[in-house]
């Protein structure tokens, strides 16, 4: 069974960042693309980036554009998303995902983990 877990959420003020890890327990975690999603309150669940096994195709929400950066280490087998100059927007549960091969379903998630961004 293929886990991933999330962490690195908290409450923060807007402008400021936070760096979210996902840790995944698959051996294959290497060959697999990562995305990851979120879920405001009271809204459906939305794209935010993805990367490829490789990290050389990387994809972002356009409203993230410019202040997301999504990568991996593929060593630690772990995804990344460093998140600057965070908006009241942006407040969410952030989940983590796995896609066993491109252009595939992501068919792993995490648990989730809450970003809060306050005036």
């Known amino acids: 069974q293929v886990q991933l877990v999330e962490s690195g959420g908290g409450l923060v003020q807007a402008g400021d960042s936070l760096r979210l890890s996902c840790a995944a327990s698959?051996?294959?975690?290497?060959?697999?693309?990562m995305g990851w999603f979120r879920q405001a309150p009271g809204k459906e669940r939305e794209f935010v980036a993805a990367i490829n096994w490789s990290g050389d195709s990387i994809n972002y929400k356009d409203s993230v554009k410019g202040r997301f950066t999504i990568s991996r280490d593929n060593a630690k087998n772990t995804v990344y998303l460093q998140m600057n100059s965070l908006k009241l927007e942006d407040t969410a549960v952030y989940y983590c995902?796995?896609?066993?091969?491109?252009?595939?379903?992501?068919?792993?998630w995490g648990q989730g983990t809450q970003v809060t961004v306050s005036s």
């Open positions: 995902a796995a896609a066993p091969s491109p252009n595939g379903r992501y068919n792993y």
């Open positions: 698959r051996r294959t975690f290497s060959s697999f693309s």
